[in-house]
């Protein structure tokens, strides 16, 4: 489990960085990705499933 908090940490420093250096707003980021995830991969469908994305969307048309 230490590695995988190291590891963890290390890549959330370098994101923390990079986003820094692009002058990108986290916040807005992960809202924003949270809001696609939640089109992909809507709840009713697809909670407790592996399946890829792309079988929900056959579902919604």
Known sequence: MIIVVSVLADVLIYSLLMAHDLDLDICKIVQDKLEINK???????????????????DQQK
């Not at 089109?39 to 969307?57: C, I, Q």
């Open 39 to 57: 089109k992909k991969y809507p709840v009713d469908r697809s909670y407790g499933s592996s399946l890829k994305y792309t079988a929900y969307e």
